[in-house]
């Protein structure tokens, strides 16, 4: 039996595909590579097995569904293909709600109808929008501030009800701020897009690909004035969705999980570990507030350590030295 991995080709979902391998599972990869690069199947392949299963084509489409589930036997599905750029999401909310919603919803029609027991659905933190207290709890109050947001808390809304009215269990995974690679340094943040996130422009700057790093806010109220959040590293969060595919939700049909470190940094914070792990000066200048930032937010993870034995454990320099790893590797990235 596998466990299909749609989005497998992408950032987390490469890496969660090691993942299952390295915990025994075998994994069979969806991807319509509209945000994945084709290079991370052969690196993929190093790193599982040569015969990973790699289906190109899109989570949405019923016909492409059809095919996998019948080509394969499948018995647990981990679901990230999705479009997650929040300015994007902003320009065009139809085309992420069709895109976002439109996946899940044919994703677990074609799972409940294949008898797939367990769904582990890639949730983001942003559901919390501009978290009240912190630090964020699963129970914290879920107000997105973007339509990207929103395809995130609708989907585990659909989720939870489509795994109450059968056998299938939902477990979703809200994830803080991802960073890092895997430690063979062949496989990471490989986006087709130019990257908007912090860490890929540091280490573009690094790389002498940008000319300084602009500091968005350098006014709100924390320590050093410029805003705070919780950097896990990928391959932990790779290893949460190993552990959210074998535990026991019951007597609950769907639960959700935060997944972060439990700390926050700030964004001086972390040019300063960037610099210091890399041995270079990060040239940066103070600019204004991006529209749509929050100014801090932070994981409470006690839920994944008490229910699924899960907790970071990559430390910020580590997520650092591995995401150069790759990225010095990898100058078109
Ligand atoms: C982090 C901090 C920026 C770039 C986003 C998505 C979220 C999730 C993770 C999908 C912020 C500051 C950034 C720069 C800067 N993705 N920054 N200069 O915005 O917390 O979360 O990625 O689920 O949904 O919203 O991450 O890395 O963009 O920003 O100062 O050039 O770094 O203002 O304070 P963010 P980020």
């Known amino acids: 039996m596998a466990t299909l991995v749609t989005g497998g080709a992408g950032y987390i979902g490469s890496h969660t ?50 095919a996998v589930f019948g080509g394969h036997r499948i018995d647990s599905v981990v679901h990230f293909a999705a479009r997650k750029s929040v300015a994007e999401s902003i320009s065009d909310p139809l085309g992420y709600y069709r895109s976002n919603l439109g996946s899940v919803i044919s994703l677990a029609a074609a799972a409940i109808d294949r008898g797939v027991r367990r769904l582990v659905f890639s949730s983001s933190a942003t559901v919390y929008g501009s978290a009240s207290a912190l630090p964020v709890t699963e129970d914290s109050p879920t107000v997105p501030e973007s339509p990207y947001g929103e395809t995130k808390l609708m989907g585990e809304r659909i989720l939870a009800d489509a795994a109450a009215a059968s056998d299938l269990t939902a477990v979703m995974l809200r994830y803080f701020n991802p960073v890092g690679a895997h430690p063979s340094g062949l496989i990471g943040e490989d986006p087709s897009t130019e990257p908007a996130n912090l860490v890929p422009r540091i280490m573009q700057v690094a790389a002498g690909r940008r000319d300084r790093l602009d500091v968005f806010g350098a006014d709100y109220s924390t320590v050093d004035g410029t805003a705070v959040r919780d950097y896990v590293h990928v391959m932990d969060l790779a290893e949460g969705h190993v552990a959210a595919l074998d535990t026991e939700t019951a007597p609950v049909s769907s639960r959700v999980y935060n997944l972060g470190t439990g700390s926050g940094t700030t964004v001086l914070q972390v040019l300063a570990a960037a610099s210091e792990v890399l041995g270079t000066r990060i040239p940066y200048e103070m600019a204004d507030r991006r529209p749509g930032d929050i100014e801090a937010s932070w994981a409470d993870c006690t839920r994944a350590r008490d229910e699924l034995g899960w907790q970071a454990r990559r430390v910020l320099a580590q997520m650092l030295a591995d995401h150069w790893n790759f990225a010095r590797k990898h100058p078109e990235s």
């Open 17 to 66: 595909t090691v993942a299952l391998h390295d915990a025994g599972r075998d994994v069979v990869i969806l991807d319509d590579f509209s945000n994945a690069s084709r290079r991370a199947i052969d690196a993929m392949r190093s790193l599982t097995r040569a015969d990973l299963v790699v289906v190109e084509g899109d989570a949405g489409d019923p016909d492409v569904l059809d």
